[in-house]
């Protein structure tokens, strides 16, 4: 699951295409690239409650547990962030 997430947090960062499958004409800006962050969130947030639920009874989540799991998904979002906006790249 954790490494679930790490690939889907840094995939925005990592394509020039918009949720990796739909090409766009011009680059993607830094608003488009955390918005199709949250929809990954909300993607692997899906894939662990299908996978709660086959595995038995969902537990009750509440506030605390979305801010946790936000926070833990911008922290595995830094490599992706790091390679697009702090590192020089070759023309």
Do not use: C, D
């Not at 995939?11 to 199709?36: C, G, Q, W």
């Not at 969130?41 to 537990?59: M, R």
């Amino acid at each position: 699951m954790i490494l679930a997430a790490l690939v889907a947090a840094n995939l925005p960062f990592l394509t020039r295409r918009l949720l990796v499958f739909i090409p766009l004409s011009s680059p993607k800006s830094l608003p488009l690239r955390l918005l199709e962050l949250l929809v990954f969130y909300f993607l692997v947030g899906a894939l662990g409650l299908a996978l709660e639920n086959h595995g038995g009874q969902i537990a009750p989540q509440t506030w605390e547990f979305y801010a946790i799991t936000g926070a833990l998904f911008v922290t595995l979002a830094f490599p992706g962030f790091v390679y697009r906006y702090l590192l020089k790249h070759r023309s």
